[in-house]
């Protein structure tokens, strides 16, 4: 058995018996200062941030390695990062079953970056007062750069944060503004703040999420006003727009079994306090994208050498568009809500079944393609067919509908609207041409009966609207006659949740026509379904 610890450099043919694939650097020699530090120590940075950066250290176009920040779990740290010396190795899954198997050396260091972690928290903040470093990059999720409550409030933490200033913050956008201006004290040095988060316009919510707290503290007297200049300046600091696609799920313990079958020795997937799941290894799919915007004020490692795609700001937000509006997203909502309502509990369970694969094909095909934006970066039918033939139907990325579903209230004036919008602003196009897209936005509001298509109750996924919007349609009985109208008007014509008032727009009886068909019976929202696809399915 091999473990990852071993020295792979003079026992690579030990990791080679076991089909591992291992660098030919030495992480120790790689000793030039600082360039690169990544907040967020997960699944998504161990699969690919560090892939991109052991390619750099290999080609010799990166001299150190990256400098690990993890902010949420200090387990992450402690049992996986130190305990493998931080050491990765990551496994792409493909479809067909093969395993590819690599380990990644390209992490300097690993720290728990919190108060309550002195020494990390000294190193950091040493990091960043060095002129040499580059960027850093995030991977928190979005929740990680929000400071404010539904109501547009500051959160209490947060006016603890600016009242209290840089010396001791408590949340992690504070605490990262307490870092720039460490970096701002020690002699204005530019850099690039770079979020990797999968939502759109992260680089801007980045930006004004360290505004708000430095302008804070500007306006408390407790930094000076030359820091906000310093921050606004985007020739000394800078908030890159990207776009990530990378499906990582926690570890798979069918990957782990099968790496010990391989003879790897660190199969072991660790549950944290912190309830984190990872491993000394993570698994990935083969396909992968990332987007940003080439505006980095203190220089960059060749990241396009690696495989990220550079480019200006206005391309990252086509890219970005492409995925969420038409060629993934949309998808990926409509597999939700139909898997949720006919009992799939496996997305590549639910695109084995045609009719499911059928809906999806006529969504981004048929009634999104014709009118998405090509970003010409990535070709959007491309994209679709690598979503569609090889990543939605690899059993290896074990996802649910019941997780995409989570939220979809917030989500359908982006994934839906903005298509339906495109079919608005052509003269040679009309709404109601649309019959798929529609039909998923009456799939929704089923799913709000909580009510699968066998007639048995179900939990929903979280969502905030629910508390609103599932009294709304909560007595109606399959199979009973129904006002559809009385009970869908409020809904369908709210313009915060799908971008439009549907009725408006000439969509809103289709949707009333669809969901009534699909409260007809038990088995309706499957026969809903195939009688719309024998109707209007195209060929693609």
């Not at 990797?196 to 801007?204: A, C, L, M, P, V």
């Not at 990241?303 to 998808?331: S, W």
């Not at 019976?521 to 809903?528: C, E, L, P």
Request: include cysteine; aromatic fraction near 8%; proline fraction near 6%.
């Amino acid at each position: 058995m091999v473990k990852i610890t071993d020295d792979y450099l003079t026992n690579q043919q030990e990791f080679t018996d076991a089909g591992i694939k291992v660098p030919d650097y030495d992480i120790k020699t790689k000793t030039g200062a600082t360039r690169w530090v990544h907040f967020g120590g997960g699944n998504l940075f161990r699969a690919f941030h560090a892939a991109i950066a052991n390619q750099l250290l290999e080609s010799g176009d990166l001299d150190s390695g990256i400098v690990v920040a993890e902010t949420h779990d200090k387990g992450v740290v402690e049992d996986v990062y130190r305990k493998f010396n931080n050491r990765i190795l990551r496994v792409i899954t493909h479809e067909d079953g093969n395993f590819e198997k690599e380990l990644f050396a390209s992490v300097a260091d690993a720290l728990y970056f919190d108060q309550s972690n002195p020494d990390g928290w000294q190193k950091l903040f040493k990091i960043f007062e060095n002129p040499a470093l580059q960027l850093a990059t995030f991977s928190i999720t979005e929740k990680g750069y929000n400071l404010w409550d539904s109501q547009g409030n500051l959160l209490p933490i947060i006016q603890d944060d600016i009242k209290n200033g840089p010396k001791a913050p408590k949340n992690n956008m504070a605490s990262l503004t307490a870092l720039m201006f460490a970096r701002f004290k020690a002699g204005k040095y530019p850099m690039a703040l770079l979020s990797t988060d999968n939502f759109s316009q992260n680089g801007e919510k980045l930006e004004k999420s360290v505004l708000t707290i430095a302008e804070g503290w500007a306006e408390n007297g407790l930094v000076p006003s030359e820091f906000i200049d310093y921050l606004k300046d985007d020739k000394a600091v800078s908030f890159p727009l990207s776009m990530i696609d990378r499906i990582t799920p926690n570890p798979s313990e069918a990957v782990s079994e099968k790496l010990k079958e391989d003879g790897f020795d660190d199969y072991t997937i660790y549950h944290t306090p912190g309830h984190t799941n990872i491993a000394a290894f993570t698994n990935t799919e083969e396909v992968h994208y990332l987007v940003v915007e080439d505006d980095f004020p203190n220089g960059r490692p060749a990241l396009d050498k690696a495989g990220v795609i550079l480019t200006d700001r206005d391309t990252v937000n086509d890219a970005d568009e492409m995925k969420v509006t038409t060629c993934l997203n949309p998808l990926h909502t409509a597999l939700a809500v139909n898997g949720s309502l006919l009992g799939f509990n496996s997305i590549a369970k639910e695109v084995s079944d045609n009719d499911m694969l059928n809906l999806i094909k006529q969504i981004g095909y048929v009634e999104g393609l014709p009118v998405v934006k090509d970003p010409k970066v990535i070709n959007p039918k491309t994209f679709i067919d690598q979503l569609v033939n090889k990543r939605l139907p690899n059993p290896y990325i074990p996802d649910m509908p019941q997780r995409i579903a989570t939220d979809t209230s917030q989500k359908l004036s982006v994934r839906y609207g903005v298509t339906i919008q495109h079919y608005l602003d052509d003269p040679k196009r009309d709404p109601k041409d649309l019959h798929f897209i529609p039909l998923v936005l009456a799939t929704w509001c089923r799913y709000l009966m909580a009510v699968d298509d066998q007639g048995k109750s179900f939990d929903p996924s979280p969502d905030p609207l629910l508390s609103e919007l599932q009294p709304k349609v909560s007595d109606i009985q399959l199979g009973k006659p129904t006002d559809v109208h009385a009970h869908l008007k409020d809904i369908l014509s709210n313009k915060s949740i799908f971008g439009h008032d549907l009725y408006a727009i000439g969509l809103g009886e289709t949707v009333e026509n669809y969901f009534a068909q699909q409260i007809s019976g038990t088995g309706a929202v499957r026969k809903t379904l195939e009688d719309t696809l024998s109707k209007y399915a195209q060929t693609v």
